[in-house]
T-cell receptor, first 111, second 114 residues
Framework: LAKTTQPISMDSYEGQEVNITCSHN???????ITWYQQFPSQGPRFIIQ???TKVTNEVASLFIPADRKSSTLSLPRVSLSDTAVYYC????????????FGKGTMLLVSP | EPEVTQTPSHQVTQMGQEVILRCVPI?????FYWYRQILGQKVEFLVS????????KSEIFDDQFSVERPDGSNFTLKIRSTKLEDSAMYFC????????????FGSGTRLTVV
């Protein structure tokens, strides 16, 4: 499984754009990049998944450079409710394989 | 959005007692998973269950743990003789649906062993 590296924590203010970068130097050809969000005492929640270039949904955007050795989760105009831990995972895209979580990035959004 | 439902939300038990955690995964899925998260630590894989059989398990999932499907829609995680270190949040999960290419996790059961 490809190892991922993320910042331990980030701080932001309401209304700002937040970009969380994840390094995955050993990503395999068939691996996808998936991001989850977790609030305290809740289960992780799927945010977005991508293979290359850019993916956007109603919650976030995911930017993946051509070499795929890193990815950036972009949260536009964060609010206090976006305070959470964000996990970057690399692996099978099917949803039928085991997930390996790292420590994630604790995002704190302040007023 | 399809949900994964877990009960109870909180469980306090004495060391050595048996506990059963329950999960109703997204319907029509043959796969489901159990994960746990000790307070302040990573989410850890316990076991995957496919078509009424364990398909994969981690080192954590030792003989004190078992999973069952007592009926068509319910799944259980049983811990036979709880230890203090079993205190954690336990999450079950199903493969996602629609635009969710990952998992859908339940809201978890907080197990406290005293």
């Amino acid at each position: 499984l490809a190892k991922t590296t993320q910042p331990i924590s980030m701080d932001s203010y309401e209304g700002q754009e937040v970009n969380i970068t994840c390094s995955h130097n050993n990503i395999a050809t068939n691996d996808y990049i998936t991001w989850y969000q977790q609030f305290p005492s809740q289960g992780p929640r799927f945010i977005i998944q991508g293979y290359k270039t850019k993916v956007t949904n109603e919650v976030a955007s995911l930017f993946i450079p051509a070499d795929r050795k890193s990815s950036t989760l972009s949260l536009p105009r964060v609010s206090l409710s976006d305070t959470a831990v964000y996990y970057c995972l690399v692996g099978d895209s099917s949803g039928y394989s085991t997930l390996t979580f790292g420590k994630g990035t604790m995002l704190l959004v302040s007023p | 959005e399809p949900e994964v439902t877990q009960t109870p939300s909180h469980q306090v038990t004495q060391m050595g007692q048996e506990v059963i955690l329950r999960c109703v995964p997204i319907s029509n899925h043959l796969y489901f998973y159990w994960y746990r998260q000790i307070l302040g630590q990573k989410v850890e894989f316990l076991v995957s269950f496919y078509n009424n059989e364990i398909s994969e398990k981690s080192e954590i999932f030792d003989d004190q743990f078992s999973v069952e499907r007592p009926d068509g829609s319910n799944f259980t995680l049983k811990i036979r003789s709880t230890k203090l270190e079993d205190s954690a949040m336990y999450f079950c999960a199903s493969p996602g649906e629609g635009d969710n290419y990952g998992y859908t996790f339940g809201s978890g059961t907080r197990l406290t062993v005293v």
